[in-house]
């Protein structure tokens, strides 16, 4: 809980630690998620008791609408206000559920259409101008210069999300089939396949870089920092965006750029939509499809450049 919902009603606070404790202990979320749901939820609680709601049984639809009105008139984004929609609706879902309330109030609330930016993805020719550069400092980086390499090919080879590449213990490699298993969003389990250039990085990691970084906090980390601890994410982004600042021309982005990036080539190159899915671990076939439009845009954008008649 945060320090807001020290302020709420009995009522507020105890529904709102029993779904805090439902969040981590059922569904398995991350400490992360799980403060931004309890963030939104305080909003809400916040603004319902202004109202006279001095209690999630007493919620109703004119609240959550109320709220949400509120948020845009505060000149919040789309994309935020569907975002609290959403956290909304499972939150009453809940309470119905659990018998904390007699109806679902948020089961006809509606939230705007968010609008999608299309991420933006690498292209194939600056990936290989990524990794050529990492190669190339190796000479002067030493044992540093080899867990960056591992860092790019195993974030572009398996587009895994930055949470999961820190989590991976030497376990987690089956090095002679060259699958990685991952630990996703909600502790689902799942295993993802890497390529030959990733895995002679991941070798060379392990047999010379490793050693030389190891200590006794080192633990079954197959990633360490500079003092031989669990490398954390934040080194990770920094990694990533200064090795990509090395390379002319390209955007700027951190490990969840990657990870787009390894999701648009695999659909550039044929691979079918499930796939892609199942190898970066959503839970909704529909947010896998937003790469077919990145790949739509790019075909056009190359068309629009090329032909004489574009």
Do not use: C
Not at 115 to 144: F, N, Y
Not at 283 to 302: D, K, P
Request: hydrophobic share 45%.
């Amino acid at each position: 809980m945060t320090a807001q919902s020290e302020v709420l009603s009995e009522a507020w606070s105890a529904a709102l630690a029993a779904y805090e404790q439902h969040l981590r202990a059922e569904r398995g979320l991350s400490s992360h998620s799980v403060r931004a749901y309890l963030t939104d939820l305080e909003s809400l609680a916040t603004h319902a008791e202004r109202l006279g709601v001095t209690g999630p049984a007493e919620l109703s639809l004119r609240t959550l609408r109320s709220w949400l009105a509120n948020l845009q008139t505060l000149g919040r984004a789309r994309t935020t206000i569907a975002r609290r929609a959403t956290t909304a609706r499972v939150f009453t879902a809940w309470l119905a559920r659990t018998g904390q309330a007699a109806q679902d109030a948020g089961a006809l609330l509606a939230s705007p259409k968010a609008h999608r930016e299309l991420p933006v993805a690498l292209t194939q020719h600056e990936v290989r101008a990524l990794l050529d550069v990492a190669i190339a400092s190796l000479v002067d980086d030493g044992a540093r210069g080899l867990r960056d390499l591992v860092i790019l090919e195993l974030l572009y080879a398996t587009g895994i999300r930055v949470g999961e590449l820190v989590g991976l213990d030497i376990d987690d490699l089956d090095r002679g089939r060259r699958v990685v298993r991952v630990l996703g969003k909600g502790s689902k389990e799942r295993s993802v396949p890497y390529g030959l250039p990733a895995s002679e990085a991941v070798e060379l990691w392990l047999e010379h870089g490793r050693p030389a970084l190891m200590t006794d906090s080192s633990g079954a980390a197959v990633l360490l920092g500079m003092r031989g601890g669990r490398i954390d994410q934040r080194a990770v982004r920094r990694v990533v965006h200064e090795r990509i600042a090395a390379v002319d021309g390209a955007p700027d982005m951190g490990p969840h750029g990657l990870r787009h990036t390894a999701a648009t080539h695999l659909l550039e190159g044929g691979a079918d939509l499930r796939s892609v899915q199942e190898i970066l671990g959503h839970a909704s076939l529909g947010t896998t499809q937003i790469y077919t439009h990145v790949s739509t845009e790019r075909l056009r954008s190359a068309y629009q450049l090329a032909h004489p008649r574009a």
